[in-house]
């Protein structure tokens, strides 16, 4: 509890005190037992009293400091002291509790997000110093520690080390670094010390630009909060109407018709009116509720820019992704080795390996990964590149070619037709054809897991785009199970084809494209909701994208969905019990069957059963 909250209790406590005691005490004389009650009404209302008249000045009347002093103030002067007083205690009591809640909201969001650091170690005269994070300059040598949280972006110049991303991605799978490997800030060093070279600036790196997205996440509004910030504004001031000619019309008739007037009956449900009508649930419980949902997508690694895009994920019909590097790894690996007759899978593997060990090209690079052996590239001799068709050397002195199938045409070699899909390598040692290796660009593991947990939170059609060649995606798309397949596409291609699905969708039907954030910035800017793989912070995915994956996970688009649907949910929830039970006590009241008790549950009682019920958006499990 913080300072000033606990300022407000001990005033609740002791206007209530007083309330209680004045109330049993006997005095006759009506001023002195006014004299008594103004005094805990003030300690408990001054401050309601001096918004209210602040409020006057700067124009902003009709809100629920106004009603509150109006309807207080008309209370006592009407003699109901226990009943004024009661109302601004009870208005105090429901203000501190949103407080709390509110400020316990925020300290969850800030826990689950606790990557800040406190400081950076840097070397300084042969010790370690511990500097603000802000003080460090780019190029710097920093250290961190087992335990402590790596403060700035950079790259390992020294040490290995385990490293705890779950504070980004949600996930507890360590990740390990070694020498030459990046670095992200926010991270928590498990294991071994670590001298990082800084590659950004603080106030550039990951960590400040994930917290900085969260924080102002709240400045985009979604419609049920723009729309509960207009209903407030008309609301109110009818509100404050229909009070002013219930105190008025009836005793005015009353007087026409020849009896008294009872204008004091009249005023007390005016009076009783202006409490209940105070919109306090709906204007506290509602961006409480959306922001939990924020809170509670930070902690499974899913960042969400503002409240209008996790509204907008829960009208999310159709699910558009980029292959290469959102549903694939976008990584080439060996997936199929097929030797011929006389020849191992070993055997072939090495002279492919051995043939391309002075390739850089990527393909090269997964025949060798996939090899797992040291080379010695004195046994490769007479090396020679054949553009666009592969490469021909000696290994051990026998002939190597290594290549596609227009090599093994010009060879005049027969050759094998695989019946799985990939990128074919074809060898042929000295003159004979030895078998084929098939290198893919391998799916993510819970690609497919991702497709049908899409399905499950109502998406109707998952389309992939992609620039590679028709039998690939095809294969790729009917091992996940997706709807629609387009391939050979360029980038702008893509942006053709996501038009054509925006103007066939209806109603409030959302579009939301999936991509790696760089190459697919126009794609993701052009769709309804723009979905990145974060690539554990990639500056250019938090840019480009309105919600970003921070550990490149499709299965978590989904989860975010879910999430979005249970804030909706509860929100819907909030503002339908609100307004009926302050509809309900306004038409019991203004007939006399709801006193003032009953408008402050009216007021106080449903703005905190609000607020609870919007703290479950904070918290979301599979």
Known sequence: MTKKQRKVLIRIIISAVLVVAFHFIPVENPYIRLALFLIPYLIIGYDILRKAVLGIFHGEVFDENFLMAIATVGAIVLGEYVEGTAVMLFYQIGELFQSYAVGKSRRNISELMDIRPDYANVEQGGQLVQVDPDEVELGTVITVQPGEKVPIDGVVVNGTASLNTSALTGESLPREVAEGDEVISGCVNMSGVLRIRTTKEFGESTVSRILDLVENSSMKKSRSENFITRFARYYTPIVCLGALVLAVLPPVINICMGNPADWSRWVIRALTALVISCPCALVISIPLSFFGGIGGASAKGILIKG???????????????????????????????????????????????????????????????????????????????????????????????VGN????????????????????????????????????????????????????????????????????????????????????????????????????????????????????????????????????????????????????????????????AKTIRIVHQNIVFALIVKFACLGLGAVGFVNMWWAIFADVGVMILAVLNAMRALRYKD
């Open 405 to 564: 199938v227009k090599l093994m045409k010009q060879l005049e070699m027969p050759y094998a037709v695989p019946k799985k899909t990939g990128t074919e390598v074809h060898l042929a040692v000295d003159g004979q054809y030895a078998g084929y290796i098939l290198i893919s660009d391998v799916v993510k593991p819970n690609a497919k897991a991702a497709v049908r947990g899409l399905k499950e939170a109502g998406v109707r059609q998952v389309i992939m785009l992609t620039g590679d060649a028709g039998r690939v995606a095809d294969a790729v798309a009917e091992e996940l199970g997706i709807d629609v397949v387009k391939s050979e596409l360029l980038p702008a291609d893509k942006v053709t084809e996501v038009e054509k699905l925006l103007e066939a969708k209806t109603g409030k039907e959302k579009l939301a494209f999936v991509g790696d954030g760089i190459n697919d910035a126009p794609v993701l800017s052009r769709a309804d909701l723009g979905i990145a793989m974060g690539a554990l912070g990639s500056d250019a995915a938090i840019e480009a994208a309105d919600i970003v994956l921070m550990d490149d996970d499709p299965a978590k688009i989904a989860t975010a969905m879910k999430i979005s």
């Open 307 to 401: 409240s209008n895009y996790l509204e907008a994920l829960s009208e999310t019909k159709y699910v558009v992704c980029d292959k290469t590097g959102t549903l694939t790894k976008g990584v080439f690996e060996v997936t199929h080795v097929n030797p011929s007759d006389g020849m191992t899978a070993d055997a072939l593997l090495e002279m492919a390996a051995y043939a391309e060990c002075y390739s850089n090209h990527p393909i090269s690079k997964s025949l060798k990964t996939a090899y797992g052996e040291a080379i010695d590239s004195s046994r490769v001799t007479d090396v020679e590149e054949i553009g666009g068709h592969g490469v021909q050397a000696f290994v051990d002195g026998r002939l190597v070619a």
